[in-house]
Structures are given as structure tokens and as C-alpha cells.
T-cell receptor, first 111, second 113 residues
């Protein structure tokens, strides 16, 4: 089954404790991206990757890092999380027809 | 800067009615427009994708239209069912190589049995 997976689905952590949210897709897509969703603000792009070792900033990259060492994986790294990064995070990949496929989301709470 | 608006923010209709959800965007230079459905705890599901050269797309009881000149898209749902209750999001694809989607805030749809 074609899918995008994210882990963990839920995470509660404390300010400053480094964390990584993993994302993996099994569709051999070149393009992957990370979004955060906040009430009233819709989804906003954090980072995207056009291919292995090619990443770039989206609209809200501050406080986040990404890496793309393999085509299927695109982890999101929060080096020093802060409460304003409490949000719902989605990973997505894009197919040749430009249709985007989303993971189930990771709900992060930073206290 | 592209802005995407969805009005109303919430809509409640009786089961069986046909309904239309609206999406407007400020810049007509778009690559495509995509409608998604979001269910609590289940992420986002792509419903319909309309390329910039197309006027509409249909899938089952769903029909999405695109009018770039007026900056509008509509999602028509025929014969609504309680299972259609969800938040519906539209997203506009940028024209540059980024493929970034610019999102509306969504319309929360409730279908009353």
C-alpha cells in the first residue's frame, strides 16, 4: 500500500530537549515536505526537499532542521524545542502528477 | 503574496442535501489546486486535483471546479451523507519550482442525520 508514515504520532516533551520526528514514504517520490498546522492559520510549510541531499526552507523554518540522506526518509529535527512549536505536524510527498500525499500527522506538545 | 480563503469556516446541513464549499485565491498564476479532506486523528486525504489548464474534476459524488480568472474554486458534494462530515481544505500550488501548497484554513462540514 502506498503511504507516508510518521513517528511518533503523539509526543509531549519539555523545552530544550532535542527531538526527531521521522517520515518515510514508499512511493519513490523525489519531493517531500514538512508542514505544521495551527488553529486559524492553516498549514504552513516548514522545509521541503526536491531530492536526496537537496533541501530548502519553506515559510516557517526557524527552529527546525531536516535532512534527506535517503529518498524514502525525511526526518524533522527540533534541536531545542520551545512552547511555540507546539503544533500538529504533517509530512508529505509529491507524485509525478503533483498530487501530494500526507502522513497521519504528529501532535507535538512542548511544555 | 498568494492568499487562500475558505468561507464559511463551518457549515451544517441535513443529510441528503447537495452543497457547495468555496475557495478563493488572490493570485491567478497557480500551478494547480487541490481539495483535501481532514478527519480528526487521520491526517489529510486528497480528494481532487485540478491542473491549471483544467476547469473541473469529478470523483463519485464530488465535483471540483476552477476559475482562475476570478480566483475561485468550488467543491460540490451531491447527496450528502453523515460520513462526509469532516474539515475540507483547499490548497493552491505555486507556479515556481517549489511545488509549495498555499492553504486555506478549511471549512468544517457537519452533515446531520
Amino acid at each position: 500500500e502506498a503511504q507516508v508514515t510518521q513517528n511518533p504520532r503523539y509526543l509531549i516533551t519539555v523545552t530544550g530537549k532535542k527531538l526527531t520526528v521521522t517520515c518515510s514514504q514508499n512511493m519513490n517520490h523525489e519531493y517531500m515536505s514538512w508542514y505544521r498546522q495551527d488553529p486559524g492559520l492553516g498549514l504552513r510549510q516548514i522545509y521541503y526537499s526536491m531530492n536526496v541531499e537537496v533541501t530548502d526552507k519553506g515559510d516557517v523554518p526557524e527552529g527546525y532542521k531536516v535532512s534527506r540522506k535517503e529518498k524514502r526518509n525525511f526526518p524533522l529535527i527540533l534541536e531545542s524545542p520551545s512552547p511555540n512549536q507546539t503544533s500538529l505536524y504533517f509530512c508529505a510527498s509529491k507524485g509525478l502528477a503533483h498530487e501530494q500525499y500526507f502522513g497521519p500527522g504528529t501532535r507535538l506538545t512542548v511544555t | 503574496k498568494q492568499e487562500v480563503t475558505q468561507i464559511p469556516a463551518a457549515l451544517s446541513v441535513p443529510e441528503g442535501e447537495n452543497l457547495v464549499l468555496n475557495c478563493s485565491f488572490t493570485d491567478s498564476a497557480i500551478y494547480n489546486l487541490q481539495w483535501f479532506r481532514q478527519d480528526p486523528g487521520k491526517g489529510l486525504t486528497s480528494l481532487l486535483l485540478i491542473q491549471s489548464s483544467q476547469r473541473e474534476q469529478t470523483s463519485g459524488r464530488l465535483n471540483a471546479s476552477l476559475d482562475k480568472s476570478s480566483g475561485r474554486s468550488t467543491l460540490y458534494i451531491a447527496a450528502s451523507q453523515p460520513g462526509d462530515s469532516a474539515t475540507y481544505l483547499c490548497a493552491v500550488g505555486r507556479m515556481d519550482s517549489n511545488y509549495q501548497l498555499i492553504w486555506g484554513a478549511g471549512t468544517k462540514l457537519i452533515i446531520k442525520p
